[in-house]
């Protein structure tokens, strides 16, 4: 399949791009579209010859239900059963980086939903993502647009490496704000269960909502034959090919402990920026500053792809907090670590 790569530079100038690409969905087609979380692999969420393209492109196995996104809020209305806690937090939160797991309407194939009689729904806010799913008239099924195994995109560049030949069409708009993926909740009446922690943080959900739990999967590991509450949960996310191992201990300890694996071995490493004089230059990834959670989240993904393209034995990471958007990152760390944490003292 030849694919066609369009930069988006000015979204109205461009309107005839966007058309062209919200055809190609209506069409049956795929089309990569950039959200203000991360690179979205787009297909007719009511069409399950669509969904079933989407799992092949990315080599998902088929019960790992697809994300629907929507260009308004109250759409959510027509493809699954909302109730007051959906638009309680909807006016909170959308557009924006929230999934909102709620039933599914008949419309929705099981195909798109991985066979469940749930359905998640997601209003982006990057004006890229509202425009074509508005000029599409139908709502867009996209997991994040990586080969299942890669993290996920936040640049056309990643996209390209991994859907080269795989999709109709792939939108550059850039590298995404946000750099994880949305945070996912499951309502049930007033309650909420937090399954996937991302830009939308515990704290912020607990203003809106009384009763919002974590799910156990968040931080700790499925025990074996434990059924998740969300499919997604039990694959095998991003590993590197090089083990990822996540630092726990005083900033002192970390460092010399760095400074003396550098010495000694081939590493990787995604430091803080503070810790830059300190490390020598090779394979260092400086992923923000390390109280700068926003850039870490917005650097982690590009991060992991450069030192695992490296030829180090092994990565190092600091394992970050679990506060606010801490959370987020120590989720996607700990899973592509294979939740290896040492200790340096
Ligand atoms: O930020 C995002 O959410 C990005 C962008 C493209 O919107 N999308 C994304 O999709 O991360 P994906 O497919 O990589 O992750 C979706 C997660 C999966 O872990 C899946 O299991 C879960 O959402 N999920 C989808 N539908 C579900 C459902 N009905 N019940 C429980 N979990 C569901
Ligand atoms: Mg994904």
């Not at 709620?102 to 929705?108: F, G, K, T, Y």
């Not at 998640?120 to 139908?138: D, N, T, Y």
């Not at 968040?218 to 997604?232: I, M, N």
């Not at 606010?324 to 700990?334: E, I, S």
Request: charged share 20%; hydrophobic share 40%; aromatic share 4%.
């Amino acid at each position: 399949m030849q694919t066609q790569h369009i930069k988006i530079h000015d979204i109205s100038a461009q309107e005839a791009d966007l058309r062209h690409a919200a055809q190609i969905l209506k069409n049956g087609g795929l089309v990569v579209f950039p959200t203000e979380t991360v690179y979205g692999l787009g297909g007719n969420a009511t069409d399950a010859g669509a969904a079933k393209k989407i799992y092949a492109a990315k080599g998902r196995p088929s019960d790992n239900p697809l994300i629907i996104h929507i260009a308004n809020p109250a759409d959510a209305e027509q493809y699954a059963v909302t109730n007051e806690t959906y638009f309680r937090l909807a006016k909170a939160f959308m557009p924006g980086p929230l999934t909102v797991i709620l039933p599914r309407r008949e419309c929705i194939p099981t195909e798109t939903t991985g066979g469940l009689d749930t359905v998640a729904v997601r209003c982006p806010s990057h004006p890229v993502a509202k425009r074509l799913i508005e000029l599409a008239g139908i709502p867009i099924a996209a997991p994040s647009a990586n080969l299942s195994g890669k993290p996920s995109p936040t640049s056309a560049a990643h996209v390209a490496q991994d859907m080269d030949g795989r999709v109709d069409m792939i939108l550059d708009g850039g590298s995404c704000e946000i750099g994880l993926e949305s945070t996912i909740v499951k309502i049930d009446g007033d309650r909420l269960t937090l399954l996937r922690p991302g830009g939308i943080t515990y704290d912020a959900l607990c203003m809106v909502c009384e009763h919002v739990t974590i799910a156990d999967a968040v931080t700790h590991k499925l025990a074996d034959g434990e059924r998740p509450l969300s499919p997604g949960m039990k694959y095998r996310h991003y590993a590197p090919t090089a083990p990822l191992v996540l630092l726990d201990g005083t900033p002192e300890h970390v460092i010399r402990f760095l400074r003396a694996e550098q010495e000694l071995g081939n590493c990787a490493i995604l430091c803080y920026d503070e810790e830059l004089p300190y490390l020598r230059e090779h394979h260092l990834f400086p992923v923000g500053e390390r109280a700068d959670l926003q850039m870490q989240a917005h650097l982690l993904f590009s991060a992991l792809r450069h030192a695992d393209a490296t030829d180090a034995e092994i990565i190092y990471a600091h394992l970050p907090p679990q506060e606010g958007l801490g959370l987020a990152l120590y989720n996607r760390m700990l899973r592509a670590a294979a939740h290896t944490v040492k200790h340096v003292e």
